[in-house]
């Protein structure tokens, strides 16, 4: 896989965000705009895999993306919406990393 150059013009406020936040992070503007790009590519393609994954099998009562993972659970008769400090905030349907290990 090759590289590219890639030429942007960005406004002087813009660009001193930027050299801020790279530079909390100990990186150069460059590194840190690329390293912002793939997280933000590989969120979008993880997305899209999950939307795939909630098509092919069927989502049952779920929603998408959105709705599975950026709603809050709702309440259920006799149980308190509060969590445990230790506990996840994962949605019901999500397996803990955890789950089965003693």
Same mark, same amino acid.
């Given at each position: 896989?090759?590289? +590219? %150059?890639? +030429?942007?013009? *960005?406004?002087?406020e813009l660009?001193?965000?930027l050299?801020?936040?790279a530079? *909390? ?7 840190? %705009? *690329?390293?912002?790009? %793939?997280?933000?590519?590989f969120?979008?393609?993880?997305? &899209?895999?999950?939307e ?5 099998? #069927? ?18 008769? #006799?149980?308190? &919406?509060?969590? =445990?400090?230790?506990?996840? &905030? &994962?949605?019901?349907?999500? %397996? +803990?990393? =955890?789950?089965? *290990?003693?």
């Amino acid at each position: 896989m090759g590289t +590219s %150059v890639l +030429s942007l013009r *960005i406004d002087g406020e813009l660009l001193d965000r930027l050299r801020h936040h790279a530079g *909390i992070r100990g990186m150069n503007v460059q590194d840190y %705009v *690329i390293r912002t790009l %793939v997280r933000t590519d590989f969120d979008e393609r993880f997305k &899209a895999a999950v939307e795939e994954t909630q098509r092919f099998y #069927g989502d049952g009562d779920q929603g998408p993306y959105e709705q599975s993972y950026g709603q809050p659970e709702p309440e259920q008769p #006799g149980h308190s &919406a509060r969590r =445990s400090p230790g506990r996840h &905030a &994962a949605p019901a349907t999500q %397996v +803990s990393p =955890s789950a089965g *290990i003693r």
